[in-house]
Protein backbone atom coordinates (compact mmCIF):
# COMPACT_ATOMS: atom_id res chain seq x y z
CA UNK A 1 0.00 0.00 0.00
CA UNK A 2 1.40 3.25 -1.38
CA UNK A 3 1.22 6.67 0.95
CA UNK A 4 1.80 10.20 -0.63
CA UNK A 5 3.26 13.03 1.13
CA UNK A 6 0.36 15.76 0.79
CA UNK A 7 1.22 19.45 1.53
CA UNK A 8 -1.10 21.82 4.42
CA UNK A 9 -1.76 18.37 6.71
CA UNK A 10 -3.39 16.54 4.32
CA UNK A 11 -4.07 12.87 4.44
CA UNK A 12 -4.89 10.16 2.08
CA UNK A 13 -7.18 7.62 3.83
CA UNK A 14 -6.49 4.27 2.94
CA UNK A 15 -8.92 0.99 3.89
CA UNK A 16 -6.99 -0.79 6.48
CA UNK A 17 -8.56 -4.39 7.50
CA UNK A 18 -9.00 -4.80 11.33
CA UNK A 19 -11.24 -6.90 13.72
CA UNK A 20 -15.05 -6.75 12.37
CA UNK A 21 -16.86 -3.60 13.82
CA UNK A 22 -20.48 -5.30 15.07
CA UNK A 23 -23.41 -3.51 16.64
CA UNK A 24 -25.46 -5.74 19.04
CA UNK A 25 -28.57 -4.47 19.96
CA UNK A 26 -29.61 -4.26 23.81
CA UNK A 27 -32.43 -2.23 24.36
CA UNK A 28 -35.20 -0.34 22.45
CA UNK A 29 -37.41 2.15 23.52
CA UNK A 30 -40.96 2.77 21.69
CA UNK A 31 -44.26 1.48 21.57
CA UNK A 32 -48.16 2.40 21.71
CA UNK A 33 -48.07 2.37 25.42
CA UNK A 34 -48.78 5.99 26.46
CA UNK A 35 -45.51 7.69 27.39
CA UNK A 36 -43.37 5.19 25.23
CA UNK A 37 -45.42 6.36 21.86
CA UNK A 38 -43.25 8.89 19.56
CA UNK A 39 -44.13 10.68 16.34
CA UNK A 40 -40.76 11.35 14.93
CA UNK A 41 -37.79 10.92 16.95
CA UNK A 42 -34.86 13.35 16.14
CA UNK A 43 -32.50 13.81 18.68
CA UNK A 44 -31.01 11.90 21.91
CA UNK A 45 -28.69 12.53 24.92
CA UNK A 46 -27.12 10.78 27.63
CA UNK A 47 -26.18 11.95 31.23
CA UNK A 48 -22.95 10.69 32.79
CA UNK A 49 -25.63 8.10 35.01
CA UNK A 50 -27.25 6.34 31.23
CA UNK A 51 -30.14 8.01 31.26
CA UNK A 52 -31.61 8.83 27.87
CA UNK A 53 -33.39 11.99 27.23
CA UNK A 54 -35.50 12.12 23.48
CA UNK A 55 -36.67 14.36 21.40
CA UNK A 56 -39.64 14.19 19.40
CA UNK A 57 -39.35 16.55 17.04
CA UNK A 58 -43.11 16.36 15.77
CA UNK A 59 -44.60 16.42 18.95
CA UNK A 60 -42.39 18.95 20.05
CA UNK A 61 -41.78 16.91 23.36
CA UNK A 62 -38.52 15.74 25.25
CA UNK A 63 -38.80 12.77 27.41
CA UNK A 64 -36.61 10.94 29.79
CA UNK A 65 -36.01 7.23 30.44
CA UNK A 66 -33.64 5.29 33.06
CA UNK A 67 -30.98 3.45 31.32
CA UNK A 68 -33.30 0.07 31.18
CA UNK A 69 -35.76 2.11 29.44
CA UNK A 70 -38.43 2.90 31.70
CA UNK A 71 -40.36 6.41 31.47
CA UNK A 72 -39.48 9.17 34.32
CA UNK A 73 -40.80 12.40 32.84
CA UNK A 74 -41.88 14.27 30.06
CA UNK A 75 -42.33 17.78 28.88
CA UNK A 76 -42.96 19.99 26.14
CA UNK A 77 -45.28 21.06 23.11
CA UNK A 78 -45.64 22.57 19.88
CA UNK A 79 -46.24 26.12 21.49
CA UNK A 80 -44.12 29.06 22.48
CA UNK A 81 -44.08 28.69 26.09
CA UNK A 82 -41.08 28.36 28.79
CA UNK A 83 -41.48 24.54 28.66
CA UNK A 84 -42.16 24.42 25.04
CA UNK A 85 -40.59 23.83 21.00
CA UNK A 86 -41.01 24.70 18.11
CA UNK A 87 -42.36 21.90 15.43
CA UNK A 88 -39.17 21.45 13.93
CA UNK A 89 -36.88 18.45 13.91
CA UNK A 90 -34.25 20.88 15.56
CA UNK A 91 -34.69 20.56 18.73
CA UNK A 92 -31.77 19.49 20.31
CA UNK A 93 -30.65 18.79 24.53
CA UNK A 94 -27.25 19.02 25.15
CA UNK A 95 -25.96 17.89 29.25
CA UNK A 96 -23.60 19.68 31.07
CA UNK A 97 -23.03 19.21 34.80
CA UNK A 98 -26.38 18.51 36.42
CA UNK A 99 -27.70 20.69 33.41
CA UNK A 100 -29.55 20.07 30.39
CA UNK A 101 -29.71 22.76 27.51
CA UNK A 102 -32.11 22.37 24.91
CA UNK A 103 -31.80 24.25 21.42
CA UNK A 104 -34.66 25.13 19.70
CA UNK A 105 -34.32 26.15 16.03
CA UNK A 106 -37.90 27.29 15.15
CA UNK A 107 -38.07 29.59 18.85
CA UNK A 108 -34.35 30.47 18.23
CA UNK A 109 -33.27 30.08 21.82
CA UNK A 110 -32.00 27.45 24.86
CA UNK A 111 -34.36 26.34 26.86
CA UNK A 112 -32.37 25.79 30.73
CA UNK A 113 -33.78 22.68 32.50
CA UNK A 114 -32.87 20.60 35.32
CA UNK A 115 -32.08 16.88 34.90
CA UNK A 116 -36.06 16.49 36.49
CA UNK A 117 -36.91 18.85 33.06
CA UNK A 118 -37.75 21.26 35.53
CA UNK A 119 -37.71 24.46 33.17
CA UNK A 120 -35.05 26.51 34.72
CA UNK A 121 -34.64 29.69 32.05
CA UNK A 122 -34.65 30.84 28.67
CA UNK A 123 -31.36 31.80 26.71
CA UNK A 124 -32.37 34.06 23.78
CA UNK A 125 -29.58 34.81 21.04
CA UNK A 126 -28.20 37.72 20.93
CA UNK A 127 -27.07 37.39 16.76
CA UNK A 128 -27.20 34.51 13.99
CA UNK A 129 -28.51 31.09 15.62
CA UNK A 130 -27.19 27.49 15.13
CA UNK A 131 -28.47 24.55 12.53
CA UNK A 132 -29.80 22.19 13.67
CA UNK A 133 -26.98 21.09 16.24
CA UNK A 134 -24.80 23.09 19.31
CA UNK A 135 -21.77 22.42 21.52
CA UNK A 136 -21.07 23.26 24.82
CA UNK A 137 -17.40 23.42 25.63
CA UNK A 138 -15.91 25.37 28.98
CA UNK A 139 -18.75 26.98 29.28
CA UNK A 140 -19.40 28.00 25.43
CA UNK A 141 -21.92 27.23 22.87
CA UNK A 142 -20.73 26.23 19.53
CA UNK A 143 -22.63 25.92 16.38
CA UNK A 144 -23.15 26.10 12.69
CA UNK A 145 -25.16 29.19 10.97
CA UNK A 146 -27.16 28.31 8.07
CA UNK A 147 -26.35 31.19 5.89
CA UNK A 148 -23.37 33.01 5.87
CA UNK A 149 -22.02 36.14 4.16
CA UNK A 150 -19.34 35.29 1.46
CA UNK A 151 -16.02 34.81 3.33
CA UNK A 152 -16.65 35.30 6.98
CA UNK A 153 -17.10 32.27 9.52
CA UNK A 154 -19.63 29.68 9.69
CA UNK A 155 -19.47 28.33 12.83
CA UNK A 156 -19.87 30.65 15.72
CA UNK A 157 -19.36 30.55 19.41
CA UNK A 158 -21.68 32.32 22.52
CA UNK A 159 -21.00 32.85 25.86
CA UNK A 160 -24.12 31.58 28.98
CA UNK A 161 -25.31 35.39 28.32
CA UNK A 162 -25.43 34.47 24.26
CA UNK A 163 -23.16 37.39 23.68
CA UNK A 164 -20.88 35.86 20.85
CA UNK A 165 -17.37 35.63 21.60
CA UNK A 166 -16.12 34.48 18.40
CA UNK A 167 -16.04 32.26 15.26
CA UNK A 168 -14.26 30.06 12.77
CA UNK A 169 -14.43 27.93 9.91
CA UNK A 170 -14.68 29.72 6.13
CA UNK A 171 -14.44 26.42 3.98
CA UNK A 172 -16.99 25.45 1.65
CA UNK A 173 -16.87 22.63 -1.11
CA UNK A 174 -15.51 23.18 -4.38
CA UNK A 175 -18.91 22.81 -6.37
CA UNK A 176 -20.24 26.10 -3.99
CA UNK A 177 -19.28 29.05 -6.21
CA UNK A 178 -19.99 31.76 -3.28
CA UNK A 179 -18.67 34.51 -5.76
CA UNK A 180 -22.64 34.26 -6.86
CA UNK A 181 -25.03 36.30 -4.68
CA UNK A 182 -28.66 36.06 -6.22
CA UNK A 183 -30.40 35.33 -3.20
CA UNK A 184 -31.97 31.81 -3.82
CA UNK A 185 -28.37 30.54 -5.40
CA UNK A 186 -26.94 31.56 -1.69
CA UNK A 187 -29.92 29.70 0.23
CA UNK A 188 -29.54 26.77 -2.13
CA UNK A 189 -25.52 26.68 -1.89
CA UNK A 190 -25.80 27.12 1.83
CA UNK A 191 -28.36 24.13 1.88
CA UNK A 192 -25.93 22.01 0.17
CA UNK A 193 -22.78 23.09 1.79
CA UNK A 194 -24.36 22.95 5.64
CA UNK A 195 -22.10 21.17 7.86
CA UNK A 196 -21.50 17.97 10.58
CA UNK A 197 -19.80 18.27 13.07
CA UNK A 198 -18.84 16.55 17.08
CA UNK A 199 -16.38 17.26 19.75
CA UNK A 200 -14.25 14.87 21.60
CA UNK A 201 -13.60 16.29 24.86
CA UNK A 202 -10.45 14.01 25.57
CA UNK A 203 -8.61 15.16 22.57
CA UNK A 204 -10.50 18.95 22.42
CA UNK A 205 -10.62 19.12 18.79
CA UNK A 206 -14.01 19.29 16.16
CA UNK A 207 -14.43 17.14 13.57
CA UNK A 208 -16.12 19.06 10.82
CA UNK A 209 -17.78 17.90 7.43
CA UNK A 210 -19.93 18.72 4.76
CA UNK A 211 -23.26 16.86 4.56
CA UNK A 212 -23.01 16.72 0.69
CA UNK A 213 -19.19 16.25 -0.18
CA UNK A 214 -17.15 16.25 -3.59
CA UNK A 215 -15.23 14.00 -5.23
CA UNK A 216 -13.64 14.05 -1.99
CA UNK A 217 -14.73 13.82 1.36
CA UNK A 218 -12.85 16.22 3.40
CA UNK A 219 -12.54 15.89 7.67
CA UNK A 220 -11.59 19.09 9.25
CA UNK A 221 -10.36 19.52 12.89
CA UNK A 222 -10.42 22.40 14.44
CA UNK A 223 -9.60 23.24 18.55
CA UNK A 224 -11.90 24.97 21.06
CA UNK A 225 -10.01 27.82 20.18
CA UNK A 226 -11.19 27.85 16.17
CA UNK A 227 -8.14 27.52 15.13
CA UNK A 228 -6.88 24.73 12.21
CA UNK A 229 -5.75 21.44 13.36
CA UNK A 230 -5.26 19.22 10.04
CA UNK A 231 -7.41 17.42 7.64
CA UNK A 232 -8.01 14.35 6.33
CA UNK A 233 -9.72 13.15 3.00
CA UNK A 234 -10.66 10.24 0.79
CA UNK A 235 -12.38 9.03 -1.62
CA UNK A 236 -16.29 7.32 -0.95
CA UNK A 237 -17.10 6.44 -4.41
CA UNK A 238 -14.31 6.38 -7.03
CA UNK A 239 -15.79 9.09 -10.00
CA UNK A 240 -18.17 10.96 -7.80
CA UNK A 241 -18.95 14.40 -8.64
CA UNK A 242 -21.60 16.63 -6.87
CA UNK A 243 -24.66 17.25 -9.18
CA UNK A 244 -24.10 21.17 -9.31
CA UNK A 245 -27.57 20.83 -11.48
CA UNK A 246 -28.30 20.79 -7.84
CA UNK A 247 -27.57 24.99 -7.26
CA UNK A 248 -29.30 25.90 -10.19
CA UNK A 249 -32.87 27.48 -10.43
CA UNK A 250 -34.99 25.50 -12.02
CA UNK A 251 -32.82 22.10 -11.87
CA UNK A 252 -32.41 20.65 -15.07
CA UNK A 253 -32.09 16.99 -14.24
CA UNK A 254 -30.18 14.64 -16.03
CA UNK A 255 -31.00 11.17 -17.51
CA UNK A 256 -29.55 9.51 -14.61
CA UNK A 257 -27.12 10.82 -11.17
CA UNK A 258 -26.46 9.27 -7.93
CA UNK A 259 -26.13 11.96 -5.15
CA UNK A 260 -24.06 10.95 -1.52
CA UNK A 261 -25.22 12.44 1.77
CA UNK A 262 -23.47 11.90 5.01
CA UNK A 263 -26.21 11.73 7.71
CA UNK A 264 -23.86 11.33 10.77
CA UNK A 265 -20.42 11.93 11.97
CA UNK A 266 -19.10 11.06 15.63
CA UNK A 267 -16.36 10.38 17.82
CA UNK A 268 -15.91 6.96 18.97
CA UNK A 269 -13.92 6.56 22.28
CA UNK A 270 -11.01 9.02 21.73
CA UNK A 271 -9.08 7.13 18.45
CA UNK A 272 -12.03 6.86 15.79
CA UNK A 273 -14.83 8.25 14.17
CA UNK A 274 -17.46 6.71 13.00
CA UNK A 275 -18.95 8.72 9.57
CA UNK A 276 -22.59 7.18 7.91
CA UNK A 277 -23.86 7.90 4.72
CA UNK A 278 -26.34 7.40 1.63
CA UNK A 279 -25.72 7.01 -2.41
CA UNK A 280 -28.89 7.77 -3.71
CA UNK A 281 -29.56 6.47 -7.36
CA UNK A 282 -31.95 9.03 -9.22
CA UNK A 283 -33.04 8.80 -13.02
CA UNK A 284 -34.49 12.67 -14.03
CA UNK A 285 -37.01 13.30 -10.84
CA UNK A 286 -37.54 9.56 -10.31
CA UNK A 287 -36.26 7.82 -7.16
CA UNK A 288 -34.70 4.92 -8.08
CA UNK A 289 -33.15 3.31 -4.77
CA UNK A 290 -30.41 3.74 -1.99
CA UNK A 291 -27.49 1.94 -0.11
CA UNK A 292 -26.44 2.86 3.22
CA UNK A 293 -23.06 2.66 4.81
CA UNK A 294 -21.24 3.42 7.99
CA UNK A 295 -17.03 3.90 7.73
CA UNK A 296 -14.89 3.60 10.79
CA UNK A 297 -12.10 5.62 10.43
CA UNK A 298 -8.99 5.69 12.69
CA UNK A 299 -7.85 9.30 13.43
CA UNK A 300 -4.54 8.78 14.15
CA UNK A 301 -3.57 6.61 11.07
CA UNK A 302 -6.14 8.77 8.95
CA UNK A 303 -7.10 5.10 7.90
CA UNK A 304 -10.64 3.70 7.45
CA UNK A 305 -10.97 0.31 9.00
CA UNK A 306 -14.03 -0.82 8.52
CA UNK A 307 -16.84 -0.14 5.97
CA UNK A 308 -20.59 -1.73 6.77
CA UNK A 309 -23.64 -2.08 4.75
CA UNK A 310 -26.45 -0.50 6.94
CA UNK A 311 -30.15 -0.50 6.17
CA UNK A 312 -30.67 2.80 4.16
CA UNK A 313 -33.53 3.91 6.81
CA UNK A 314 -30.83 3.54 10.27
CA UNK A 315 -29.70 6.98 11.50
CA UNK A 316 -27.03 7.17 14.48
CA UNK A 317 -28.35 9.68 16.56
CA UNK A 318 -25.59 9.88 18.86
CA UNK A 319 -22.60 7.55 20.32
CA UNK A 320 -21.86 7.69 24.37
CA UNK A 321 -18.99 5.52 25.23
CA UNK A 322 -19.33 2.04 23.94
CA UNK A 323 -23.00 2.40 23.17
CA UNK A 324 -24.67 3.81 19.88
CA UNK A 325 -28.45 5.57 19.55
CA UNK A 326 -30.11 5.20 16.26
CA UNK A 327 -33.41 4.83 14.93
CA UNK A 328 -35.04 3.24 11.97
CA UNK A 329 -37.17 4.51 9.43
CA UNK A 330 -38.59 1.54 8.37
CA UNK A 331 -39.80 0.57 12.15
CA UNK A 332 -43.27 -0.22 11.84
CA UNK A 333 -43.29 2.14 14.72
CA UNK A 334 -41.11 4.80 15.97
CA UNK A 335 -38.69 3.51 18.23
CA UNK A 336 -34.92 4.11 19.58
CA UNK A 337 -32.68 1.43 19.08
CA UNK A 338 -29.35 1.21 21.64
CA UNK A 339 -26.70 -0.63 20.31
CA UNK A 340 -23.29 -2.03 22.29
CA UNK A 341 -20.53 -1.49 20.23
CA UNK A 342 -18.06 -4.60 19.75
CA UNK A 343 -15.01 -5.79 18.42
CA UNK A 344 -12.69 -2.25 18.49
CA UNK A 345 -10.22 -1.61 21.02
Do not use: W
Not at 95 to 108: P, Q
Not at 142 to 163: H, K, L, T
Amino acid sequence: MRKFIIPFFLILVFIYPLKPFELKEVLTIGSEKPHYEFFLITNVEVDEGGNIYIVDGKACALKKYSPQGKYIVGVGKCEQGPEDFGRRSSIVPKIRGSLLYVYDFVNKRINLFDKNLKHLKILKFKGKSFYRFFFIVDSLFYGPIFIAENGSDRIYVYDMNMNKKFSFFREYPDYVNTRKKEAFYKGVSSFYSSLLMDYNNERGIFAITFFYPSKKTIVYFYDKNGKFVNKQFFVIMNHYRFPRFLLSYPPKYPKSYENIRITSLNFYKNKYLVLAYKIEKFSGKKYLGEKAYILLINIDKAKIIEKKEISPGFRILNIKGNYLYAKNFDDDIEKLHVYKIEGIK
